[in-house]
């Protein structure tokens, strides 16, 4: 949730001063609310056409040396994100948190910096913190605040090197970076929800895979080739780590803990269709872990290997206006996980958005989706049996888990975007067999501010 800062409520912000990490955060906190407004004053007196709120960023053009700093060949990023939950009903108890993540980013083109024609170095840096109000209070699998998780920590969210060849058809990336987290199964426009099971990507790609997403990163390489306009294919090897989840290796780039490889592969296609061009997107993927991995339902057995396949797609249905970028999309996500290994066999979702949905308000939108993940059958069977051998008779134990979400997209500015929501949880307590949890409503607030 976004806060109005004063001298007093920074005060109480602040947590005891032996809370170093807390300490740290918050001042960096104050600290970037008190250098924008330094640089406010500076970015309208360069250029009086265009107020505070009309900028693409928040702290503007930095008096010039932003501008001076892409001509060089360098181009930063910064971004806070901030994601509020209370359940007032339902879950295992009432309350409310706040997740919270702070982003920084850096491109160098090193064709401007060294000649390198297509050559890009990306650099990300990432902070969490907060806590998980899906963990505390309603007690679900699929967390309501997607920013949520990865160690809680700061970490190098990406260290790699792109080059693009051939006229920018083939795309090839190595380095440190997330698998899933910049091209395999990503659909940004699914972050305009809150839900994990939503943004950005399908939940259980990671969730039953060696995988990692942002602002998790692994060692690995990707290859990219568009096939044609519209047409392209992509696949990679990546190291699976599951000690790059922990909070002590937020800036260990150590392999100590890797378990196999990871080797996506996707096939895509962007669309236009009809003579008003509707956008649209299509992805066909799969995946091989290599690692060696417990049964789902029998520890003692393991296996060598694991898989998953992933339908994605997004397409726009009819526009609100005739060449404007307002419009309704249908989106529609389908996975299947390795049943032996799995907790979580597949997973389906779907919607619609509604992009400017009043042509004085082009840059909101609406949002309306639903996300379902069955357990295991074999797991779900295992649990049943032992709740009955502890004496406990019929406890009707849900199957599955299902989220349903609705919310608007607030443009207040460019820069500063506010997506108040509502998700409803059903069967909140299918993955912890606690059959007695009441379906939740949960209030959310997504604030999201672009420096």
Same mark, same amino acid.
């Given at each position: 949730?976004?806060?109005?800062?004063?001298?007093?409520?920074?005060?109480?912000?602040?947590?005891?001063?032996?809370?170093?990490?807390?300490?740290?955060?918050?001042?960096?906190?104050?600290?970037?609310?008190?250098?924008?407004?330094?640089?406010?004053?500076?970015?309208?007196?360069?250029?009086?056409?265009?107020?505070?709120?009309?900028?693409?960023? @928040?702290?503007?053009?930095?008096?010039?040396?932003?501008?001076?700093?892409?001509?060089?060949?360098?181009?930063?990023?910064?971004?806070?994100?901030?994601?509020?939950?209370?359940?007032?009903?339902?879950?295992?108890?009432?309350?409310?948190?706040?997740?919270?993540?702070?982003?920084?980013?850096? &491109?160098?083109?090193?064709?401007?910096?060294?000649?390198?024609?297509?050559?890009?170095?990306?650099?990300?840096?990432?902070?969490?913190?907060?806590?998980?109000?899906?963990?505390?209070?309603?007690? =679900?699998?699929?967390?309501?605040?997607?920013?949520?998780?990865?160690?809680?920590? @700061?970490?190098?969210?990406?260290?790699? %090197?792109?080059?693009?060849?051939?006229?920018?058809?083939?795309?090839?990336?190595?380095?440190? @970076?997330?698998?899933?987290?910049?091209?395999?199964?990503?659909?940004?426009?699914?972050?305009?929800?809150?839900?994990?099971?939503?943004?950005?990507?399908?939940?259980?790609?990671?969730? &039953?895979?060696?995988?990692?997403?942002?602002?998790?990163?692994?060692?690995?390489?990707?290859?990219? %080739? =568009?096939?044609?306009?519209?047409?392209?294919?992509?696949?990679?090897?990546?190291?699976?780590?599951?000690?790059?989840?922990?909070?002590?290796?937020?800036? =260990?780039?150590?392999?100590?803990?890797?378990?196999?490889?990871?080797?996506?592969?996707?096939?895509?296609?962007?669309?236009?269709?009809?003579?008003?061009?509707?956008?649209?997107?299509?992805?066909?993927?799969?995946?091989?872990?290599?690692?060696?991995?417990? &049964?789902?339902?029998?520890? &003692?057995?393991?296996?060598?290997?694991?898989?998953?396949?992933?339908?994605?797609?997004?397409?726009?249905?009819?526009?609100?206006?005739?060449?404007?970028?307002?419009?309704?999309?249908?989106?529609?996500?389908?996975?299947?996980?390795?049943?032996?290994?799995?907790?979580?066999? %597949?997973?389906?979702?779907?919607?619609?958005?509604?992009?400017?949905?009043?042509?004085?308000?082009?840059?909101?939108?609406?949002?309306?989706?639903?996300? %379902?993940?069955?357990?295991?059958?074999?797991?779900?069977?295992?649990?049943?049996?032992?709740?009955?051998?502890?004496?406990?008779?019929?406890?009707?134990?849900?199957?599955?888990?299902?989220?349903?979400?609705?919310?608007?997209?607030?443009?207040?500015?460019?820069?500063?975007?506010?997506?108040?929501?509502?998700?409803?949880?059903?069967?909140?307590?299918?993955?912890?067999?606690?059959?007695?949890?009441?379906?939740?409503?949960?209030?959310?607030?997504?604030?999201?501010?672009?420096?």
């Amino acid at each position: 949730m976004s806060k109005v800062f004063s001298n007093r409520s920074a005060t109480r912000a602040c947590p005891r001063q032996d809370d170093f990490t807390a300490l740290r955060r918050c001042f960096a906190g104050i600290g970037i609310v008190v250098l924008s407004l330094f640089l406010v004053p500076q970015v309208n007196g360069q250029d009086s056409s265009t107020s505070w709120f009309d900028q693409s960023t @928040m702290t503007g053009d930095w008096n010039g040396a932003r501008t001076a700093l892409k001509d060089a060949g360098i181009t930063v990023h910064g971004f806070y994100w901030d994601e509020f939950a209370a359940n007032p009903i339902g879950g295992k108890q009432q309350g409310h948190s706040n997740a919270q993540q702070f982003g920084l980013l850096a &491109d160098f083109d090193m064709g401007k910096i060294a000649g390198l024609t297509g050559g890009t170095i990306h650099l990300a840096l990432s902070d969490r913190w907060g806590a998980s109000d899906s963990a505390k209070y309603v007690g =679900n699998a699929l967390e309501d605040q997607s920013n949520y998780g990865a160690g809680q920590n @700061m970490r190098l969210a990406q260290l790699s %090197y792109e080059q693009l060849l051939d006229e920018g058809k083939l795309d090839i990336q190595f380095g440190f @970076m997330a698998d899933f987290g910049y091209s395999f199964g990503f659909t940004f426009l699914l972050c305009d929800f809150q839900n994990v099971g939503f943004c950005a990507h399908p939940f259980i790609l990671y969730r &039953d895979s060696g995988a990692t997403a942002y602002p998790t990163a692994q060692w690995g390489a990707m290859v990219k %080739y =568009n096939l044609s306009s519209h047409w392209y294919v992509e696949t990679g090897a990546f190291e699976v780590n599951p000690n790059r989840l922990d909070r002590s290796y937020g800036f =260990n780039l150590g392999w100590h803990g890797t378990t196999g490889k990871l080797f996506p592969v996707e096939l895509g296609l962007t669309t236009a269709l009809g003579p008003e061009a509707l956008p649209g997107h299509y992805k066909l993927g799969a995946y091989y872990d290599s690692s060696t991995v417990s &049964d789902v339902a029998d520890l &003692d057995i393991t296996h060598n290997g694991r898989y998953g396949v992933y339908f994605l797609a997004d397409q726009m249905i009819f526009h609100l206006a005739p060449g404007t970028s307002r419009g309704l999309i249908a989106f529609l996500q389908a996975t299947r996980s390795d049943y032996r290994t799995s907790p979580l066999p %597949y997973s389906i979702n779907g919607g619609v958005i509604v992009q400017g949905p009043f042509a004085s308000r082009p840059s909101d939108y609406v949002t309306l989706g639903a996300v %379902y993940e069955p357990l295991n059958r074999r797991l779900f069977n295992v649990q049943t049996e032992k709740l009955e051998s502890e004496g406990v008779i019929d406890p009707d134990l849900q199957q599955g888990e299902t989220d349903i979400e609705v919310g608007y997209g607030l443009s207040l500015t460019p820069w500063l975007m506010l997506n108040p929501n509502l998700q409803y949880m059903i069967h909140p307590g299918a993955f912890s067999y606690a059959p007695d949890r009441k379906n939740a409503l949960v209030v959310g607030l997504q604030t999201k501010i672009v420096f």
